[in-house]
């Protein structure tokens, strides 16, 4: 466990790596200088803001205190908030994000649990259809359609919630509902796939002819052991949902990262840009580690060891 | 026993016609490929079927149109903007060119509108939305074949080749496949806009870093199954080389693999553009795309509210086609679930 732990974290330390390097030198390459009005500078100014920024340096210099940097969380100055730490617009954004995102997947994977084993449980009723169809919608209809969807009718036309902002729980629900369609979705399938086949294994059997109740099979025998693969699909879903944020939170206007993400792209602010973006991996990996754990604990049938299996 | 066996009459006996053992060898019903036998199957899943012919039908009318000069997509006219769609002999309110305003519904069609008919209306600037979501249609099917030549070429070979080496190869490959996953493709995208300017090509080359990994993983797995079996074995000690054996042993085995997620690739590269367009860094103006149309749609959904409609309701057609056709494919192919 201890080497598979190692093994991974030193494979996260080095993508982060890799994206770090790759941005920087991605955003050497860019056209056009960070200083603005640079023609009204003289050469002299021009050292000395050079200088106070390091600039003057060789690239590798800057490229290593770059890394530096990165490494204490200190991604340099916004281009569109003069005098703002990329971090500081970073961190004080991170909240709202989390929580979303925290609220969609739970929610999301809550209902898909209950739902995909209603569909198993009366597997070829209308139920079963009813389930099947929703899940292939929630999969199919993109976030940002359906978020529009919602604010309109929900919030707008008959007025249950408010339309966007972010000041209490209840404007965190039309966004969360949006996000959570998805993993919703797509564990209700792999729930009702699961269970299908743990319904008719011969311990369900040995379970019924005991004279179990019928609630007792399903929530005692038939749902633990659907549960566990569940875990290897929430990583994905992480990361749709942290995808999902950029849109979702641009048109409810939550001050979340995703939205600072998009504001940062269409307004060139490279700094910012490529802070979220080592964010991002960063999160991914986190989520992506976390969830192979857990899936080491809790399945014994899987022992990790220094291989990947 | 042995008398009573003797005493048995002749006649007990008849001998059978000439010929008819030879229906015990006999095969009633022409042998099936997998191909054909999987096709036979996804035949019958009548969702699967309709979202087939209802892709085939995208297909052909959002490239057919592009060979009418009339559908012009780009060409703005300011007297005829923002009219609701109009269908001619269509009189259902949302058809009839009529719009809810201030409450009551009126004929938008007047002044030099009247004798025009945009299908699908026409958005603020005058343009066709019919066009216009027909061209946006296009770009997402473009797409789509894009990702599954990706997922063909790329995925494919990278799973094979991976799989067929193993050892140190296939050890260094699937480091490289591990770091590459753990690089969201969103981020991949936003690196290349810092390079390239924002449009279908950056779109693409991100697609092409990103969609086929999932497929090298499948891929190199099956591989690793195949790989061991005795066919191969034969094979190899025959001579065949590789690349052969790849070609002629492997992939056919594959194919199901293949057909199936390439079919899952295929909606989410759609998705993936659709949504780049959306957030605005993905087509750039004046060209549309299904994602520009629903975020220009957004902007005026309370009043205009088939701008919107249009646009997301043909997306979501084509995600929720490809997705059924592709759970129909996947049932079809797999083996645990033939009779």
Known sequence: ?309 | MADKQQELPKDAFEPLSDGSHLDNEKIAAPSLTFLKDSWRRLKKNKAAMISLVILILLFVVAFGSALIPSMNNVSTNPNLNNLPPRIPGIDIPGFNGTLVQGGQRVNAYTGAAANHYFWFGSDYLGRDLLARTLYGTRISLIIAVVATFFDLTIGVAYGIISGWKGGKVDTVMQRIIEIMLSIPNLVVMILLLLILKPGIPAIIIAIAFTSWINMARLVRAQTLELKNQEFVLAARSLGESSIKISFKHLLPNLTSVIIINTMFTIPSAIFFEAFLSFIGIGVPAPAASLGTLISNGQKSFQFLPYQMWVPAVVLSVLMIAFNILGDGLRDAFDPKSRE
């Open chain 1, 1 to 309: 466990m201890v080497r598979y732990l190692a093994k991974r974290i030193f494979y996260l330390i080095l993508t982060l790596f890799i994206v770090t390097t790759v941005t920087f030198f991605l955003m050497k390459i860019m056209p056009g200088t960070p200083l603005t009005n640079e023609a009204k500078l003289s050469p002299s100014e021009r050292n000395m803001v050079l200088q106070q920024y390091g600039l003057n340096k060789p690239v590798w210099q800057q490229y290593i205190s770059y890394i530096v940097n990165a490494v204490h969380g200190n991604f340099g100055t916004s281009f569109q908030f003069s005098d703002q730490q990329v971090s500081y617009l970073i961190s004080s954004r991170v909240g709202p994000s989390l929580l979303l995102g925290l609220q969609a997947i739970i929610v999301g994977v809550l209902a898909g649990i209950v739902v995909g084993s209603l569909g198993a449980i009366k597997k070829g009723t209308w139920v079963d259809t009813t389930t099947t169809i929703v899940s292939i919608l929630g999969i199919s209809i993109p976030s940002f359609v359906l978020s529009i969807l919602l604010q309109y009718f929900v919030a707008l036309k008959w007025g249950w919630l408010p339309i966007a902002g972010w000041s209490g729980f209840a404007y965190t629900i039309l966004p969360t509902l949006a996000l959570a369609a998805m993993p919703f979705a797509e564990s209700a399938r792999f729930v009702r796939t699961e269970m299908v086949d743990v319904l008719s294994a011969d311990y369900i059997e040995l379970a019924r002819a005991k004279g179990l109740s019928k609630f007792g099979i399903i929530y005692h025998h038939a749902l633990r052991n659907s549960l566990i693969p569940l875990v290897t699909i929430v990583g994905p879903l992480a990361v749709n949902i942290m995808t999902g944020s950029l849109v979702v939170e641009n048109i409810f206007a939550i001050p979340g990262i995703g939205e600072q993400f998009v504001n940062s792209v269409v307004t060139n602010d490279y700094p910012t840009i490529m802070g979220l973006t080592i964010m991002y991996c960063f999160m991914l990996c986190v989520v992506l580690l976390i969830t192979d754990i857990i899936y080491g604990l809790i399945d014994p049938r899987i022992r990790i060891t220094g291989k990947r299996g």
